[in-house]
């Protein structure tokens, strides 16, 4: 047998990270919707369920992210701190995940669907003002104004919110994390004019906050 056949025979027999390939090992991501959220426990706004949500790193079948997604969204409506604060968390999650920001991935299906359900779910302030403050990331912004505009002149606790996070987004700020482009600072300015001057909101302090946005739009214009 020649010298070049046996080095190979040799090569072959090793085990393969001592030949340099270092085997994959299943990780916590490829475990069950389950044992990820075990995983992470309280700390549900963390990079491992993100990507997992965004597909980051590799196509996850839609089921298995749905399920994670739907288990971050379930169960916000607790007046317990801790669990409050957790509740924030696991919103922020989902907030990140459907954001159009450069963040790695994709922006999951059906975020804003559920960022809204957490807000007519949850009877937590805090929670429901998380919800509010990641609508506007989505890709597809046209039903997150709507919804926005719709809760600015309701009889709802986070009325004021709604406007605040309108007045933020229409100046070209924003409360989550992308920043609106002048096309979409321009429609947030069309719904804030259409509230201010054809709506009448229902709680005092998000009536103050559009006049105030207002009187400060006119003033400009002059």
């Known amino acids: 047998m020649r010298k070049t056949r046996l080095v190979a025979l040799a090569i072959s027999c090793l085990p393969a990270l001592a030949r340099g390939q270092v085997e994959r090992r299943p990780s916590v991501a490829d475990s069950s919707p389950a044992r990820i959220m075990a995983h992470v426990g309280a700390r549900a706004n963390v990079p491992l369920i993100r990507n997992v949500l965004r597909q980051a790193d590799r196509q ?25 604060a957790r509740g924030v968390d696991a919103t922020g999650a989902i907030a990140l995940a459907g954001s159009r920001a450069q963040l790695a991935g994709r922006p999951l299906d059906g975020a804003i669907d559920r960022l809204v359900a957490i807000h007519q779910q949850s009877t937590n302030k805090a929670v429901r003002q998380r919800a509010l403050a990641g609508m506007l990331d989505v890709p ?24 605040e996070f309108l007045v933020a987004d229409a100046s070209g700020r924003s409360w989550g994390s992308a920043q609106p482009t002048e096309d ?26 559009l006049e105030a946005w207002y009187a400060a739009y006119r003033s400009r214009r002059r």
Do not use: F, H, M
């Open 60 to 84: 996850y079948d839609q089921a298995k992210v749905n399920a994670i997604a739907d288990s971050l969204a379930a169960g916000r409506s607790t007046t317990d701190p801790k669990a409050a």
């Open 140 to 163: 597809d912004r046209a039903p997150a104004l709507a919804y926005l505009a719709r809760v600015a002149v309701a009889d709802d606790s986070t009325a004021y919110d709604a406007v």
């Open 184 to 209: 979409q600072r321009q429609q947030t300015v069309a719904v804030l004019l259409r509230l201010a001057t054809e709506s009448q909101p229902r709680k005092s302090e998000a009536a103050r906050a």
